[in-house]
């Protein structure tokens, strides 16, 4: 990973890390469950954020090159291996909510 990528997903998992000690206390003082939702949310994004800069790295840099070294297919397969794991566009949709057709809106 560049000095530079691994530098700012660092800071990222740091300030996620310390986020989720102030959830776990949260949960601890039984506060209040929206609460602790909207904090877990945050504490989700920036790992997402760290997540997303790996990707970027990853693409910039492990990707470009085997793609230059003919190995398109390898890699394009270890990529879509690691996203299967990603909450983010290319995972596998929710399920729809019962009682709703997969492409209803519940209300």
Known sequence: MRNDDRT???KRLRIARGHL???IRMVEAD???PDVMKQLSAVQGSVQQANRRVLRNHL?????????AGRT???V????EALRFDPGPVAAPA????GTKPTEVPA
């Open 31 to 33: 506060a209040y469950c």
């Open 21 to 23: 000690d102030g959830v």
């Open 73 to 75: 297919e390898q890699i």
């Open 77 to 80: 397969d270890e990529l879509m």
């Open 8 to 10: 700012s997903v660092l």
């Open 95 to 98: 399920p729809a909510p019962a």
């Open 60 to 68: 910039e840099t492990c990707v470009a090159e085997a793609m230059r």
